[in-house]
C-alpha cells in the first residue's frame, strides 16, 4: 500500500487571497473615481457661484444711477461663452418716501432686489434635459442695493 501525501491547501489559500485583494483593490478604484467626481462638483459649483455673483455685480453696476429701473437690468448671454455659464437675473423694485431733507425736499430711496441664477445648461433653471447631465451645476446668488439721490441718505 503505497500512501498519498496530501497537498493543495497552498492553492486554496492563494485562491482566497488573490479575491480578498482583487476586491480591495477594486474598492479603492471605486474611491478614488466617487473622489474625482466629488471635486470636479466642487470646481464647477464655484465657478457657478462666482458667475452668479459677477452677474449680479454687472447689474450693481448699471442701478447705481438714480432714476433706474429694473427692466434696464439685462441678462447676460454672453458669459456662456466667457464663463461657460447661462447667468438669469431678476429684480424686483421698490421706492419709499423717507421723509424729508432740512431743505424740505423729500427723501426717496429705491431698493433693488436681485437675484442672480448661474448655471451650466441651456437655460437656467435647467431643463429636464440639463437636470439628467451629470456634470449640471446650479447656484443662486441674492442681494439688495439702495439707490438714492445722495449716497448717505441709504444706510
Do not use: H
Not at 438714480?66 to 431678476?90: H, I, Q, R, S
Not at 424740505?104 to 437675484?115: C, N, Q, R, Y
Request: proline share 5%; hydrophobic share 40%; with cysteine.
Amino acid at each position: 500500500m503505497t500512501t498519498r501525501r496530501a497537498g493543495g491547501f497552498a492553492y486554496i489559500a492563494a485562491i482566497v487571497f488573490l479575491v480578498v485583494l482583487a476586491g480591495f483593490a477594486l474598492a479603492v478604484l471605486r474611491l478614488s473615481d466617487t473622489q474625482q467626481i466629488t471635486v470636479s462638483q466642487a470646481i464647477l459649483g464655484s465657478r457657478a457661484s462666482q458667475a452668479a455673483r459677477t452677474g449680479l455685480e454687472l447689474a450693481f453696476y448699471q442701478l447705481k444711477t438714480p432714476g433706474t429701473e429694473c427692466k434696464n437690468v439685462p441678462t447676460w448671454p454672453d458669459l456662456k461663452t466667457a464663463t461657460g455659464f447661462v447667468v438669469k437675473l431678476e429684480c424686483a423694485m421698490r421706492t419709499y418716501s423717507e421723509g424729508v431733507k432740512e431743505d424740505g425736499t423729500p427723501v426717496s430711496k429705491t431698493i433693488f432686489e436681485l437675484t442672480a441664477t448661474a448655471c451650466n445648461g441651456s437655460t437656467c433653471p435647467g431643463t429636464n434635459a440639463d437636470l439628467a447631465n451629470p456634470d449640471y451645476v446650479e447656484r443662486v446668488r441674492t442681494a439688495s442695493i439702495c439707490v438714492a439721490s445722495a449716497p448717505s441718505e441709504c444706510y
